[in-house]
Every structure is written in C-alpha cells, then in structure tokens.
C-alpha cells in the first residue's frame, strides 16, 4: 500500500510539474511575441527619449529643437509619439507611412503629431540620413498655461499626413525663426521666466502655422471646390438612397473618411470654405430634403423623420424647427 500510494503521489507531481512547465513555456513565448511586436515600434513618451535616439543633448526636460543632422544614420521603424511633435524635413529622405497609407514627404514640409500617433519613414534604402528640425514637447509643459487650455484649437495635430503644412521660404524662414527662439530659451538657465517665454514662443509658432494653412487653403482652392462638390454629391446621393433607415444620420466623420480626409482638416476646410462647420452644412441638407418631403402630405411628420435617418421624431422637429423656425407641421400648413 505504501509503495501504491508513493507511486501515485509521485505520478500527479509529475503531472503537476508537465502541465506548469507547459504554461510557463507558453507564457514566455508569448511574451517574446508581444516584445517582438513592441520593439517593432520606437515609444517616445519623454523629450530625453527622442533627444537620445536623435544623439541630441537634453537641455530641458520638457522641451527640445533637434538638428536632425546631427543625428546618426537612423533604421526605418515605426514611432509611437508620447509627446507632442513637429517635424520639417530640409530633404527627400523616404515616404512617410501613416496608418496603411504612404505620402511623399516633400522638402520645406510640416507635419504634426499629437501624443498617441504612430507614424513610420519608409524608402528603399535600409537606413536613412535626416536633415532638418523636430520640436517636440512634453504636454506637461503646457500645463496651467493658456496654451494647455487651448491646445485643442490647433486641429492640424490631428490632420492626416496627406494634409501637411507645405512652406514657402519666406515661411520657411518665419519657422526657423521661431524654433531657434524656443531652442535658445532651452538653453537658458531655468528661472521663473523660463516656461512662460518657451511656452509663449511654441505658441507663437503654432499661430504662424495657423496662418499659413490659411493660405494654403486658399492656394489651393481650386481644389478643394472639387472635394466641396463631391461633398454636396455625397449628401445627395445619401439621402436620396436607403442608407439614412439603415445606418441614421451621416456624420462628420463618415464624410470625412469618404472624402479621404481627417474629419478636423474637413471640418476646418468647409468652415474656411462656406463659413459653416462640417455639422451644420449636414443639417442645412438635411432640411433642404426634409422641406420637399413635407410637400407629400400623404406622409406624417414621424415617417418623413425615420426616413431622414431619425431614431426620435421628435428630434427631427427640434432641428428644423431651430433652422426653419418653424415645427415641419406649421411649415406644411404654411405652405
């Protein structure tokens, strides 16, 4: 009996043993994978990290202007930003990846990147040599300034890459003017001064940016008239088909993504463009199509709603009545 029983004991810790060994062995492989997939990508979450992986001094924990130059020779990776980053480029060094998309990265080019963009610098070469800029800042150094409550405002951190700032030189100029202001303010020893002008200056460079996607906009207006009729199709086509009873009303980034274009930089072309936000052009549509159908009085109210893409009638009725001034029913009987 004792030996019976030593057998058996003997048996189920080697059991034991086999089935957690099998466990370990498949945690370990599948932590590698997930270390494989991560190295895949560069993290930046503190300016120090893009300093060094950039062989550039860190002057100031929170903010920095690298000479892209002066970096080594750099491998093609993708890069999780952790902080916020403007890139200008002096050379065609690859095509910029976003997303499943590739860009020409063009010379005396802008690019913004808000904290949790991934972006990657492909060309055929195996690795690349940069020239340029890069600002990047930490969203802790904007923290109880007005800039920090305004950040938000600057919506081409969120443009796609298709969408970037193209420079003219006198721009060009205007913008290495103004990262040598915030790099020579990097420098400086750290006083009660020191965040409020290197905040001041990043902000005065983003209202520089501003202004000249101003005139890029304008630039190239013709177009983007081409993308405003193709917008106006699109509503056309969506309302007059089946889709407002089976996927509701279209929004803001529907559109968008039809027209292959950033919701912000759409919204912020339309409003530029007719000096209606994105959303408001919709609902302006929205009530040209609901007014031909309230002609049709062998519909009620609540049909015409849910054939416009309403979950609610009486959501339909507040909206045209804040467009119309009128509620659909008094707008039948008016006309």
Known sequence: MTIIRITATFTIFTVFIT????????????NHQKHAVMNDIVQFDTVNQYNTYN??????????VVDLSKATCTRHKRMNMGIYTVLMKDVICGDLRYGN??????????IFFAPGQVYSLENEKEVYESKGYALVFHPDLLRGTSLGRRIH????FSYNVNEALHLSELERQ???DCLHKIRIESQHAVDKHSKTL??????LFLNYCVRFYDRQFITREHAHRGILERFERLLNDYFTSDKPQTNGLPSVAWCASELHLSPNYFGDLLKKETGKSAQEYIQLKLVDVAKE???DTSKSVSEIAYELGFKYPSHFTRLFKQRMGFSPNDYRRLN
């Open 19 to 30: 089935i957690n060994l099998r466990a370990y062995t498949n945690a370990v492989v599948l």
């Open 55 to 64: 062989n550039h001094e860190t002057l100031h924990p929170l903010v920095s």
């Open 101 to 110: 998309n590739y860009y020409d990265y063009q010379e005396g080019t802008l």
């Open 153 to 156: 405002e600057y919506t081409f």
């Open 174 to 176: 205007i913008v290495i």
């Open 198 to 203: 290197i905040v001041s200056n990043i902000e």
């Open 293 to 295: 159908k309230i002609f």
